[in-house]
């Protein structure tokens, strides 16, 4: 609807004219200096508007507000000074009160016109009041209901609303925090490197030297003849060196970018790697490319015969694809006297479930736990180490081992952990070359025994 100017000038003029008319028809009653009242303003003589501007409602209500202004300040120069009566101060008050009324409504129509014209003449209603009143309410107090209420009525289909859910409407302005750590997936890593001896060589190999003790003697009378007696005999064990290696990539800009050293974290995860797959040749290894495996060397395995002081012994379980409380305590009292003081049981943790539920003969468990942080459960008073690798409880299987590990097993490095970074064959990914040479093998076969699981009925 268009803003009807020259109607409501015409009121505005007639409300100004009144109470002027009113002043000049006052009893001549009262005494001033003249002049009185100056002349009226050009804007409003009469109760019409001048003809240069009447076509133009912007330049009707500037006149009007430039002539109400001229004979608001007029009134308040010429008559508030000199005023004293009772009766001129009500027709002045009276004024005044019209001079506001006039004012009020002259911005009011200002504002409508400004109003107009920022919206291109056109009118400032909305084109759909009901949805417009629900928005606001809606960015005000959080309430939707008017809005959906609105949305099923008018079947208008979904409102275009900001969200989380959306990156375009808002999901972008609720970032989710995200932990800067990795949680690696557990690997469980042998303790036999732990547990063994370790040295560490310079040259590629590794050879040891072995004697049998065979030094001859006999007893003699005095005189008797000192025949020659026989000599000990030596025999070299060589350890070779197996190569394990891995070479993970990652984009120069990923290292360049990431929140967290990439490089560090990949070196970690490779040695964690390594100590994995050495810990499983140190048990089950066969010697090509890398360490020969402890089982190996038991009767029966694979290089029963390699070292030149035999194999380690296998003891019978006592019990067809079980433990028994006799074959334990018979491997125990198999073992030299002189490799006892660091015995240990080695065994994964589904062969201890299993034997902790053995007795001795008045009842009591076999095995105990610990009740000091650091220290290994026992079984029949010795301790207990979680190998992973060894095999389950099954029958025919080597599912545990008891003695001194230190003398038993030689593991072997050279040089260790090497790392190689190698931005140039892989652009533009830099690789991460990482080698470990390292050996193994039984030094003294004697120092160990092994429950095999009997497999009988």
């Known amino acids: 609807m268009k803003y009807q100017s020259r109607t409501a000038l015409a009121a505005v003029a007639t409300l ?33 508007i001048r003809a240069d501007v009447s076509g133009d409602p912007k330049a009707m209500i500037a006149a009007l507000q430039e002539a109400h202004g001229e004979f608001k300040a ?3 120069e010429n008559i508030g000074k000199k005023a004293d009566s009772a009766e001129v101060n009500a027709k002045l008050d009276a004024i005044n009160m019209t001079m506001s009324q006039l004012e009020a409504a002259l911005n009011e129509h200002a504002t409508k016109i400004a109003a107009a014209n920022l919206n291109g003449g056109t009118s400032v209603q909305p084109s759909d009041p009901e949805y417009s009143g629900a928005f606001a309410s809606f960015m005000r107090d959080g309430r939707r209901e008017d809005e959906e209420k609105l ?6 289909g979904p409102r275009a609303s900001m969200s989380e859910g959306v990156d375009a409407d808002g999901g972008l302005l609720t970032p989710v ?3 800067r750590t990795i949680s690696g997936r557990l690997k469980l890593i042998s303790p036999v490197r732990q547990e063994a001896q370790v040295i560490r060589i310079s ?13 001859g003697s006999g007893w003699v009378g005095e005189t008797a003849a000192r025949p020659a007696t026989a000599t000990p005999q030596f025999t070299a064990l060589s350890f070779g060196l197996g190569e394990i290696y891995a070479n993970a990539a990652a984009s120069q800009d990923l290292l360049d970018d990431a929140e967290i050293d990439l490089a560090d974290w990949l070196v970690g995860e490779i040695d964690t790697e390594f100590s994995r797959q050495e810990g499983i040749a ?37 019990a067809a694809a079980a433990f028994t409380a006799d074959g334990m305590v018979d491997t125990i009292y198999k073992l030299p006297a002189a490799y006892t003081p660091n015995a240990k049981w080695y065994m994964n943790r589904t062969s201890l479930g299993a034997i902790r539920k053995l007795k001795d003969g ?27 690798d060894m095999p389950n409880v099954a029958a025919g299987n080597l599912a545990a081992l008891f003695g001194d590990m230190r003398e038993t097993y030689l593991v072997i490095d050279r040089i260790g952990l090497r790392v190689l970074r190698d931005p140039y064959t892989n ?31």
């Not at 109470?19 to 019409?48: D, E, H």
């Not at 072995?210 to 030094?215: E, H, M, P």
């Not at 008045?362 to 992973?388: C, K, M, R």
């Open 74 to 76: 007029t009134i308040e």
């Open 282 to 318: 140190f048990i089950s290894g066969d010697g090509t490319n890398k360490p020969h495996g402890l089982l190996g060397y038991v009767d029966g395995g694979a290089h029963d015969d390699r070292h030149p002081w035999g194999a380690i012994e296998a003891l019978n379980s006592g």
């Open 151 to 156: 949305r099923s009525e008018q079947k208008k």
């Open 203 to 215: 040259k590629r190999g590794f050879t040891k030297l072995f004697t049998d003790r065979a030094v």
């Open 427 to 457: 652009k533009p990914y830099i690789c991460f070359y990482a080698t470990k040479r390292v050996g193994g093998g039984v030094k003294n076969p004697d120092a160990m025994k092994a429950i095999k699981i009997g497999t009988g009925t």
């Open 177 to 179: 925090e995200w932990d």
């Open 362 to 388: 008045q009842g009591n468990f076999l095995w105990q736990p610990t009740f000091v942080a650091g220290q290994p459960s026992t079984l029949a008073g010795y301790p207990v180490i979680d190998v992973p």
């Open 16 to 48: 100004l004219a009144s109470p002027l008319r009113a002043l000049f028809a006052a009893k001549p009653t009262i005494t001033l200096t003249p002049p009185v009242i100056p002349a009226m303003p050009r804007a409003l003589i009469g109760t019409t």
